[in-house]
């Protein structure tokens, strides 16, 4: 049984200046960009160790039996469990915040946000941005029909100010991937917005991931390059989520990404991980150790609280007493994703 | 006639002493031209309703349809893959640009009215949505069979009538191999779904239609969830007889839709997306009994 510590995780981060007043972007470290990065990973030089099938193979099939043993302990009209990639980081950092953010779907500025990056980078992948920002996004907006509805309604009902902020914001991501991505080569089959879900124990369980953008990998002959877009700044814990993209395509797929890596917009910033099958086995233990924790609250077990740097976002800050005390700066803890111990070294 | 014909045939009257006694009251005149809204069709869809529920299959929630890049995905996606078989080496975007500036030959006037309206952004949504969908049935076939592979053109259906009734039996395959020269027997079918929790229901729908279709059977039916997989049916009569049963309920619910009385109800999970949930004791009863999870998890509140 493969039971290796994860690999270390180098601390890579372009560093980018963007100057939101005028948007314009100046790159100042190449090394860390998705260009150079898919032209590293194109010329097998950014591919250090190739993950062997048939231990992958091996490690996979344990996951899947321990899935499988722990989701038995599960309730059965508790089922299909689902373990979305938010919820894992939200189940590992606190039950209760997972628990207060079922079925909050409203939107709001920063969830604005994200969908309006993520309609960028799919028309710069694909047929390219024009000059007038605005236009392209709210064009996406209407041709997304009913799915574009609660972002024109949030922008309908927004302030002045709140509607400034958020189209600033578009300039300066269109000017980040302009500058800092340039044209993505078509040969790289870019695809926006894949979905990648996988089924197990027998359909009790069900593991989901949502690729912002995927490049390569099959049916290409090219290595395979899965990219994560966030809205905001670069960090250091968005690896943690990468863990979960590079368990969730190989089991999908079979085969292991040889990069995974985190966007981010507003800074130009990008956070890469090569896939190992260190990689994958740290996953794996994290996946686990948020599924242990949704059986238990899904048979009835009163969520546990645990304080930590997202407590300020959490919709159950009000009435939690050690979340007002974190916010508070009277308690440390740990960012979303560390409270297993597995995420980040 | 072949073996395989005279299995085909025996299919057709199969249904036909299945469907007659139950659509009778959709029976018309032998020579008189059905009008397109009288048709009852019987698709997977209704299919899959009416084996939730008869009295309410055909209750979906749901607003009315209207273009949008989800909706046009395999439309356009089927168009792009065209071009990535016909011309080995091509990408999927510069093949989506190549559709877009080609439309008219390649879609009705509804979606081509729509795509006319679309600027750089929804041409943007609509390429990433479409090229996603083609990339993923690529993968379907290796790249070097990728040229036997014959496409389904936007709004091809299989279809048959049903001798003397306002009744279709409809369906779909989104691709199916080999492309030309082979006798319809020996053809592979792909469907293209959103999930494959009802595979096999799909598999046999696709195979009957086919087999009612051409009169004569394929060999096996793939269905494939994008994100999720693929799994493949070899099309036998145990496939098909299953199918031909589901058909069977769905016209009964077909037919008490339209001219009552009301079908059984079958509450369940179903329920929750009912279109006409708030008329049916049966299902608001369901409802109280069971709150709504999220992926097994109550909320807070």
Same mark, same amino acid.
């Given at each position: 049984?493969?039971?290796?510590?994860?690999?270390?995780?180098?601390?890579?981060?372009?560093?980018?200046?963007?100057?939101?007043?005028?948007?314009?972007?100046?790159?100042?470290?190449?090394? +860390?960009?998705?260009? &150079?990065?898919?032209?590293?990973?194109?010329?097998?030089?950014?591919?250090?160790?190739?993950?062997?099938?048939?231990?992958?193979?091996? $490690? $996979?099939?344990? +996951?899947?039996?321990?899935?499988?043993?722990?989701?038995?302990?599960?309730?059965?009209?508790?089922?299909?469990?689902?373990?979305?990639?938010?919820?894992?980081?939200?189940?590992?950092?606190?039950? @209760?915040?997972?628990?207060?953010?079922?079925?909050?779907?409203?939107?709001?500025?920063?969830?604005?946000?994200?969908?309006?990056?993520?309609?960028?980078?799919?028309? %710069?992948?694909?047929?390219?941005?024009?000059?007038?920002?605005?236009?392209?996004?709210?064009?996406?907006?209407?041709?997304?029909?009913?799915?574009?509805?609660?972002?024109?309604?949030? #922008?309908?009902?927004? /302030?002045?100010?709140?509607?400034?902020?958020?189209?600033?914001?578009?300039?300066?991501?269109?000017?980040?991937?302009?500058?800092?991505?340039?044209? =993505?080569?078509?040969?790289?089959?870019?695809?926006?917005?894949?979905?990648?879900?996988?089924?197990?124990?027998?359909?009790?369980?069900?593991?989901?991931?949502?690729?912002?953008?995927?490049?390569?990998?099959?049916?290409?002959?090219?290595?395979?390059?899965?990219?994560?877009?966030?809205?905001?700044?670069? /960090?250091?814990?968005?690896?943690?989520?990468?863990?979960?993209?590079?368990?969730?395509?190989?089991?999908?797929?079979?085969?292991?990404?040889?990069?995974?890596?985190?966007?981010?917009?507003?800074?130009?910033?990008?956070?890469?991980?090569?896939?190992?099958?260190?990689?994958?086995?740290?996953?794996?233990?994290?996946?686990?150790?948020?599924?242990?924790?949704? *059986?238990?609250?899904?048979?009835?077990?009163?969520?546990?609280?645990?304080? %930590?740097?997202? !407590?300020?976002?959490?919709?159950?800050?009000?009435? !939690?007493?050690?979340?007002?005390?974190?916010?508070?700066?009277?308690?440390?803890?740990?960012?979303?994703?560390?409270?297993?111990?597995?995420?980040?070294? | 006639?072949?073996?395989? =014909?005279?299995?085909?045939?025996?299919?057709?009257?199969?249904?036909? &002493?299945?469907?007659?006694?139950?659509?009778?009251? =959709?029976?018309?005149?032998?020579?008189?031209?059905?009008?397109?809204?009288?048709?009852?069709?019987?698709?997977?869809?209704?299919?899959?309703?009416?084996?939730?529920?008869?009295?309410?299959?055909?209750?979906?929630?749901?607003?009315?349809?209207?273009?949008?890049?989800?909706?046009?995905?395999?439309?356009?996606?089927?168009?792009?893959?065209?071009?990535?078989?016909?011309?080995?080496?091509?990408?999927?975007?510069?093949?989506?640009?190549?559709?877009?500036?080609?439309?008219?030959?390649?879609?009705?006037?509804?979606?081509?009215?729509?795509?006319?309206?679309?600027?750089?952004?929804?041409?943007?949504?609509? &390429?990433?949505?479409? !090229?996603?969908?083609?990339?993923?049935?690529?993968?379907?076939?290796?790249?070097?069979?990728?040229?036997?592979?014959?496409?389904?053109?936007?709004?091809?259906?299989?279809?048959?009538?049903?001798?003397?009734?306002?009744?279709?039996?409809?369906?779909?395959?989104?691709?199916?191999?080999?492309?030309?020269?082979?006798?319809?027997?020996?053809?592979?079918?792909?469907?293209?779904?959103?999930?494959?929790?009802?595979?096999?229901?799909?598999?046999?729908?696709?195979?009957?239609?086919?087999? #009612?279709?051409?009169?004569?059977?394929?060999?096996?039916?793939?269905?494939?969830?994008?994100?999720?997989?693929?799994?493949?049916?070899?099309?036998?009569?145990?496939?098909? $007889?299953?199918?031909?049963?589901?058909?069977?309920?769905?016209?009964?619910?077909? *037919?008490?839709?339209?001219?009552?009385?009301?079908?059984?109800?079958?509450?369940?999970?179903?329920?929750?997306?009912?279109?006409?949930?708030?008329?049916?004791?049966?299902?608001?009863?369901? /409802?109280?009994?069971?709150?709504?999870? +999220?992926?097994?998890?109550?909320?807070? @509140?």
């Amino acid at each position: 049984m493969i039971r290796a510590a994860a690999e270390p995780l180098p601390s890579l981060r372009g560093t980018v200046t963007a100057a939101r007043d005028n948007a314009v972007v100046t790159t100042t470290a190449a090394r +860390f960009t998705v260009p &150079a990065l898919l032209g590293e990973a194109l010329d097998g030089s950014a591919r250090p160790c190739p993950v062997d099938p048939g231990e992958l193979a091996e $490690l $996979l099939a344990w +996951f899947r039996a321990e899935c499988e043993a722990a989701v038995a302990r599960s309730p059965a009209d508790t089922r299909p469990l689902r373990l979305p990639k938010g919820r894992v980081t939200d189940l590992l950092a606190c039950e @209760r915040g997972a628990l207060a953010r079922l079925g909050d779907d409203a939107m709001g500025a920063a969830r604005a946000r994200g969908r309006i990056t993520d309609l960028l980078v799919a028309q %710069h992948a694909t047929i390219g941005l024009t000059p007038d920002v605005r236009a392209d996004v709210l064009d996406a907006l209407g041709a997304l029909g009913p799915d574009g509805a609660p972002v024109l309604g949030w #922008l309908a009902g927004a /302030s002045e100010e709140e509607a400034a902020e958020l189209w600033r914001h578009a300039e300066v991501v269109a000017a980040c991937l302009a500058e800092g991505w340039g044209a =993505l080569d078509r040969a790289w089959w870019p695809r926006c917005q894949e979905r990648a879900t996988v089924v197990l124990a027998g359909g009790a369980l069900v593991l989901s991931a949502t690729f912002d953008l995927v490049v390569g990998g099959p049916p290409t002959d090219r290595p395979w390059v899965v990219v994560e877009v966030k809205s905001g700044q670069v /960090s250091d814990r968005h690896r943690t989520d990468l863990l979960w993209y590079a368990l969730v395509a190989a089991l999908r797929h079979g085969r292991a990404p040889a990069w995974v890596a985190t966007w981010t917009a507003a800074d130009d910033g990008l956070v890469p991980l090569p896939v190992t099958l260190g990689t994958i086995e740290a996953a794996a233990h994290r996946g686990l150790a948020a599924l242990d924790r949704l *059986v238990g609250l899904a048979a009835g077990r009163a969520a546990g609280v645990t304080p %930590h740097a997202g !407590c300020g976002w959490c919709p159950e800050l009000d009435r !939690c007493e050690p979340g007002l005390a974190r916010v508070a700066g009277l308690v440390d803890g740990p960012w979303p994703g560390d409270a297993a111990g597995l995420g980040e070294s | 006639m072949t073996g395989d =014909l005279a299995a085909g045939a025996e299919w057709r009257a199969r249904a036909t &002493a299945l469907l007659g006694p139950i659509t009778d009251r =959709l029976a018309v005149p032998a020579g008189r031209k059905v009008p397109y809204g009288d048709l009852v069709r019987l698709d997977d869809h209704a299919v899959r309703r009416a084996g939730e529920c008869l009295a309410f299959s055909d209750a979906d929630a749901g607003e009315d349809y209207v273009e949008s890049a989800a909706n046009a995905r395999r439309r356009v996606g089927l168009a792009v893959l065209a071009g990535l078989r016909d011309r080995p080496g091509l990408d999927p975007v510069t093949a989506f640009d190549e559709v877009m500036a080609d439309r008219a030959r390649w879609f009705g006037d509804r979606l081509v009215d729509w795509l006319d309206g679309l600027g750089p952004g929804g041409r943007g949504a609509l &390429a990433a949505e479409a !090229c996603g969908y083609a990339v993923a049935v690529a993968g379907w076939v290796p790249p070097a069979r990728m040229g036997d592979v014959r496409i389904s053109r936007p709004g091809d259906w299989l279809e048959w009538a049903v001798p003397g009734r306002a009744l279709r039996v409809r369906g779909r395959c989104d691709a199916m191999t080999p492309r030309r020269g082979a006798r319809p027997a020996d053809r592979r079918l792909l469907v293209v779904v959103g999930a494959l929790e009802r595979a096999e229901m799909v598999a046999g729908h696709a195979a009957l239609a086919y087999t #009612l279709t051409t009169a004569s059977r394929p060999q096996r039916v793939t269905v494939l969830a994008p994100a999720e997989g693929r799994t493949a049916f070899a099309v036998d009569d145990h496939l098909l $007889l299953d199918a031909l049963e589901r058909l069977g309920a769905a016209a009964q619910a077909a *037919v008490a839709a339209r001219f009552g009385p009301p079908a059984p109800t079958s509450p369940g999970p179903w329920c929750n997306r009912c279109g006409r949930a708030e008329e049916c004791p049966a299902g608001a009863e369901w /409802s109280a009994d069971r709150p709504v999870r +999220f992926g097994g998890l109550l909320p807070l @509140r």
